[in-house]
């Protein structure tokens, strides 16, 4: 079993940055492939971003590359989702999920644990 607790969501104006942390408990966190999400009102749950199985390659969606870094600290069993340039249509609750498994990074259905989430809301 892997606990995820997400921080860092809140409000923020369109062109600004904010850093969500996904704290990890339980299992070996190394063990693990960890990726972003988020759900706007009203619509799916969307792929944000992820690392490989093996970890040495990440992956974004395309609305988020070159604006949104994935980051992780093995020795703090910690994930992060630099944003940055955010714009109003960022504005969701972004869940940090984890993996025990090579399946496909994009596919939520491929995680096996996840957060509560972290709301994030850009204003124009």
């Known amino acids: 079993q892997v606990q995820l607790v997400e921080s860092g969501g809140g409000l923020v104006q369109a062109g600004g940055s904010l850093r969500l942390s996904c704290a990890a408990s339980?299992?070996?966190?190394?063990?693990?492939?960890m990726g972003w999400f988020r759900q706007a009102p009203g619509k799916e749950r969307e792929f944000v971003a992820a690392?490989?199985?093996?970890?040495?390659?990440?992956y974004y969606a395309n609305s988020v590359k070159g604006r949104f870094t994935i980051s992780r600290d093995n020795a703090k069993n910690t994930v992060y989702l630099q944003m940055n340039s955010l714009n109003p249509e960022d504005t969701a609750v972004y869940y940090c999920?984890?993996?025990?498994?090579?399946?496909?990074?994009?596919?939520?259905?491929?995680?096996?644990?996840w957060g509560q989430g972290t709301q994030v809301i850009v204003s124009s």
């Open positions: 999920a984890a993996r025990r498994n090579s399946g496909r990074y994009a596919l939520k259905t491929s995680y096996d644990y």
């Open positions: 339980g299992r070996t966190f190394s063990n693990y492939a």
């Open positions: 690392f490989s199985w093996t970890g040495d390659v990440t």
